[in-house]
């Protein structure tokens, strides 16, 4: 069975040649490019034609469904820039997709999830597996979701045997600066995304899930300070999110200025018409 490497990125140019370096041994490769200003599209046409813009948004489950659309395909190997396939497990894969009696339709390979340099069973983001690979016919785009943005309920699943070697290598937040913008990139879509419906409450209970996540269940503080700092990127992020949704539900900030400056100026025109400005 044919198997394509899809992917959506904007301003990628550091790492999307290191992916699609690794990503070769799919039948196609699919890059959906949200409109980058760097070299993205330039680096990813030395791998592929099959090269689409987009205008940028900060998510837009229409740019998967084009990704989707552009391959042929019926097997889906969805990658981000950050990831990179060790070799024996791309070979498992493609014997695993090439059997005409593999009766799954996702396979969960083995994922080694590094952030700010660091992989730990003891790190909030730790998961010995993680659903990569999928027929494009059985998964569904989450349209309310920016990370994990497929749904896969009612799906046959196969999850590999875990590996630290043969594995998926997710590089990601390699600096702080850049885990910072990308965590109010996506908080913001959150705000955005998330129904006005929702309870400020169930948004609270998983900040006060994320604390309990690295205070007890991952232990995460157990690794020092790096655990400590992981920590609080992991919660941080939960607080972020809470800001946001907050924003969109509650806040009246805009309003409030607003009025708070038409009311100071009013008052200063009062002020000179009165004659006072002489006297400053």
Known sequence: MSICAATVVFNEEARIETMLRCAR???EIVVVDKSSTDRTREIARKYTNLVFEVPYSDYSASEIEKAFDCTTSEWICFLVASDLIHPY????????????????????????????????KRS???????????????????YNS?????????????KMPNSTKYCMYHLTHET?????????????????????????WIVFKGLLRSV?????????????WDGIALSLAYVMYSMLSFLYIWEKKKSKASEE???????VFNEWEVFNRNGNHASI
């Open 89 to 120: 497990l791309a070979r498992q894969i493609r014997e695993m997709v090439d059997r005409s009696d593999f009766a799954y339709d996702v396979i969960h390979v083995p994922y080694r999830r590094y952030v700010l340099g660091l992989e730990t």
């Open 176 to 200: 702080v600066d850049g885990m910072m913008e990308r965590h109010i990139r996506y908080c913001r879509i959150e705000g955005q995304i998330t129904s006005k419906d929702i309870s400020l």
């Open 146 to 158: 920016i990370h994990g943005p497929f749904l896969m309920d009612g799906v046959r699943h196969y």
């Open 212 to 224: 309990f996540e690295v205070l007890f269940k991952k232990k995460s503080l157990l690794l020092g």
């Open 257 to 263: 200025y607003l009025n708070i400056r038409n009311n």
């Open 25 to 27: 041994w799919c039948d």
């Open 124 to 142: 909030p983001w730790y998961s010995e597996v993680h659903p990569v690979v999928f027929r494009k016919k059985c998964v569904k785009i989450d």
